[in-house]
């Protein structure tokens, strides 16, 4: 079973497709994840495809892992404690573990793949309340 395998035992496989997950936030966004504590086990990575639409923002997190966040189209706002970058197609963000971190797509959407060491894990977020 895909979802008991894990990284650890070291055997090339095909994913064959991303699983959804729900997002945080005040409108829909689409979470795909390929590779991560859901779809395949793993928990020292997540690999997931964003998609944000115009208009969405999230709570702000001071989450457990790096994350590394590569825009594909659009653009992503993302606020941290000493300014807030706009992030465009083409661009990188790198949010380091411990800081305090708020994505949003003020206008036009967005797609993004977002990398996070060790994986994304709901309790390892820390979302403000």
């Known amino acids: 079973d895909l979802h008991q ?11 064959n497709a991303p699983t959804r997950i729900e997002a945080a936030g005040n409108l829909p966004k689409i ?5 991560g504590g859901v779809t395949t086990g793993t928990k020292s990575v997540s690999i ?7 208009g969405w923002e999230e709570p702000g997190q001071t989450p457990e892992f790096d994350e590394y966040t590569v825009v594909l189209k659009g653009t ?3 606020a941290t404690r000493t300014g ?7 661009q990188a963000i790198i949010a ?4 305090w971190v708020r994505y949003s ?5 967005c797609e993004y793949i977002a990398v996070c060491l060790p994986a994304f894990l709901p309790d390892t977020v820390h979302r403000d309340e």
């Open 76 to 78: 992503l706002q993302v």
């Open 48 to 54: 997931a495809r964003m998609t944000s639409p115009s």
């Open 5 to 15: 395998a894990t990284w650890e035992n070291r055997m090339a496989r095909v994913i």
């Open 96 to 99: 380091p573990k411990g800081e």
């Open 105 to 109: 797509t003020p206008a036009g959407g």
């Open 31 to 35: 979470i795909e994840e390929f590779i």
């Open 84 to 90: 807030v970058h706009q992030v465009g197609a083409g």
